[in-house]
């Protein structure tokens, strides 16, 4: 499949996502300047994204696309949680839950690319506009889709309360936010004392799950929607789909695929590689540990 057919593919996937949600948002009697909140909260999520594009492209860099899609995460999500007079128990959660995610994911991913000086995944991309473009563009599809249920929670009134089930989200995000911090911190610490085009983290966290960092992410936002369920009502349960969308990212496109097809490039020849992937869960962590 040529790329311009993967274009064309990507960008009618991202009009429909962003339509179903919005359509969902509409439901919301909520406005910010005049236009439907949520409807300015996603406009607002892709002009960013174009802002620090063009600079990004004319300077052929992606060192600031990690930290611009943090920014438009604590964007988007405050301005929702500042345009409510009344505030809730869980309007709170849910706003202090995405910034402690994004700040924290944001500083983390881009120490690591200024530390690395790029990112493999913008090697060729970087150099042709519409590629790069895409991921832009890509990543105003993630915020939209990740942060819908937590930005028409924060919008949606509800009671002043924390039902037990908004309890089962909160340990749920703490788990996830704990999986994904902890194992961010071993690989960082791993790739300060070795080579990671000679050696592959297989201790730690990563002894259980290959991608427990995936793992983490997934269940924190699961978490997410489901402390949201209680705000919800009729066509709103489709942004439910925030904990799927991110399933499918980190799965199937940009997340494991890639990181697996450079592992085996780099590691393939070597037998306790072969042991680890044969032995090691490439999602969900095993609760026992083979040594390799």
Same mark, same amino acid.
């Given at each position: 499949?040529?790329?311009?057919?993967? @274009?064309?593919?990507?960008? &009618?996937?991202?009009?429909?996502?962003?339509?179903?949600?919005? %359509?969902?948002?509409?439901?919301?009697? =909520?406005?910010?300047?005049?236009?439907?909140?949520?409807?300015?909260?996603?406009?607002?999520?892709?002009?960013?994204?174009?802002?620090?594009?063009?600079?990004?492209?004319?300077?052929?860099?992606?060192?600031?696309?990690?930290? %611009?899609?943090?920014?438009?995460?604590?964007?988007?999500?405050?301005?929702?949680?500042?345009?409510?007079?009344?505030?809730?128990?869980?309007?709170?959660?849910?706003?202090?839950?995405?910034?402690?995610?994004?700040?924290?994911?944001?500083?983390?991913?881009?120490?690591?690319?200024?530390?690395?000086?790029?990112?493999?995944?913008?090697?060729?991309?970087?150099?042709?506009? =519409?590629?790069?473009?895409?991921?832009?563009?890509?990543?105003?599809?993630? %915020?939209?889709?990740?942060?819908?249920?937590?930005?028409?929670?924060?919008?949606?009134?509800?009671?002043?309360?924390?039902?037990?089930?908004?309890?089962?989200?909160?340990?749920?995000?703490?788990? +996830?936010?704990?999986?994904?911090?902890?194992?961010?911190?071993?690989?960082?610490?791993?790739?300060?004392? !070795? @080579?990671?085009?000679?050696?592959?983290?297989?201790? +730690?966290?990563?002894?259980?799950?290959?991608?427990? !960092?995936?793992?983490?992410?997934? &269940?924190?936002?699961?978490?997410?929607?489901?402390?949201?369920? !209680?705000?919800? @009502?009729?066509?709103?349960?489709?942004?439910?789909?925030?904990?799927?969308? %991110?399933?499918?990212?980190?799965?199937?496109?940009? +997340?494991? @695929?890639?990181?697996?097809?450079? +592992?085996?490039?780099?590691?393939?020849?070597?037998?306790?590689?072969?042991?680890?992937?044969?032995?090691?869960?490439?999602?969900?962590?095993?609760?026992?540990?083979?040594?390799?």
């Amino acid at each position: 499949m040529s790329r311009q057919i993967k @274009n064309i593919i990507a960008i &009618t996937f991202f009009l429909i996502c962003i339509g179903l949600i919005n %359509v969902a948002g509409q439901n919301i009697d =909520f406005e910010i300047r005049g236009m439907n909140a949520f409807t300015f909260i996603l406009i607002i999520a892709v002009l960013i994204q174009i802002i620090f594009f063009i600079p990004s492209f004319i300077l052929k860099t992606e060192k600031y696309y990690d930290l %611009v899609g943090s920014l438009t995460y604590v964007t988007t999500v405050s301005l929702a949680y500042f345009a409510v007079e009344n505030k809730t128990m869980i309007d709170s959660i849910i706003y202090f839950y995405v910034m402690a995610w994004a700040l924290r994911l944001g500083i983390y991913l881009f120490r690591r690319v200024r530390n690395d000086g790029k990112d493999v995944r913008f090697e060729k991309a970087k150099r042709h506009f =519409f590629w790069f473009l895409q991921y832009w563009m890509g990543q105003a599809l993630w %915020v939209s889709l990740t942060a819908c249920a937590a930005i028409i929670a924060i919008l949606s009134p509800e009671e002043d309360t924390l039902p037990v089930l908004a309890m089962v989200g909160m340990a749920l995000w703490l788990s +996830g936010f704990a999986i994904e911090s902890i194992s961010d911190y071993q690989k960082r610490v791993f790739r300060k004392e !070795n @080579n990671p085009s000679e050696a592959f983290i297989h201790t +730690g966290l990563w002894a259980r799950s290959r991608h427990p !960092n995936y793992f983490g992410e997934i &269940t924190l936002w699961t978490g997410i929607a489901v402390i949201a369920l !209680n705000t919800l @009502n009729g066509i709103e349960y489709i942004t439910l789909i925030s904990p799927v969308f %991110v399933y499918i990212l980190l799965t199937r496109m940009s +997340g494991v @695929n890639l990181l697996e097809r450079i +592992g085996d490039e780099r590691y393939g020849h070597l037998e306790e590689y072969q042991r680890y992937k044969r032995n090691t869960p490439v999602l969900v962590p095993k609760l026992s540990k083979d040594k390799i």
